[in-house]
């Protein structure tokens, strides 16, 4: 009796831990990097490069910027990034911001996949938005959070201030309070 009691908890255990760790492999972490020979900030998806490749190509000022999803599911779109060789910036554009038409003609190359950030607001998710700065023509992802304070922002030459979608915003301590 004993025996089947142990057997049943460690197969409801089993099942119920790698449910919440299935739930928590669809989340994942969005950086912003910075590369100080272009002057230019790059948001970059936690598994897209190795961490030790961009340092080793000299980018520096890893920041942790919000959560998105891996996968594509209801109220998602799809953000995929792009480098423009000439001006040596890079861009993360929701799919339906612009065409990839317009993307090319405006001298971005290399489209690629990064993440699905959410569409609709919900409970613990944080707005994202780009700004463009003017003088080197090239682009930086900023939450909510950090740009409460946009006169920053402004001395640092940056305009035109754009919703792109909405992020997950999760605490430091968040996966404590998944495991209760």
Not at 154 to 166: E, I, N
Request: aromatic share 16%; hydrophobic share 35%.
């Amino acid at each position: 009796m004993k025996r089947t009691i142990v057997l049943l908890t460690t197969i409801f255990a089993a099942v119920f831990l790698s449910y919440k760790s299935f739930a928590q492999e669809d989340l994942v972490r969005v950086f912003r990097w910075y590369i100080p020979q272009d002057r230019d900030y790059v948001t970059v998806v936690d598994g897209e490069y190795q961490d030790g490749q961009l340092i080793n190509w000299g980018w520096s000022d890893k920041e942790l910027l919000f959560w998105a999803y891996r996968n594509p599911g209801p109220n998602r779109v799809a953000v995929n990034g792009w480098y423009n060789p000439v001006g040596r910036t890079h861009i993360s554009v929701a799919e339906d911001e612009f065409s990839d038409d317009q993307m090319l003609k405006m001298g971005y190359t290399q489209k690629h996949l990064q993440f699905y950030a959410l569409t609709r607001r919900g409970a613990n998710t944080i707005c994202v938005y780009r700004w463009r700065d003017v003088k080197r023509r090239s682009w930086i992802t900023i939450p909510e959070d950090y740009s409460n304070d946009t006169d920053v922002y402004l001395k640092k030459g940056y305009r035109r201030k754009t919703y792109q979608y909405f992020g997950v915003h999760r605490n430091v301590d968040a996966p404590i309070y998944d495991q209760l």
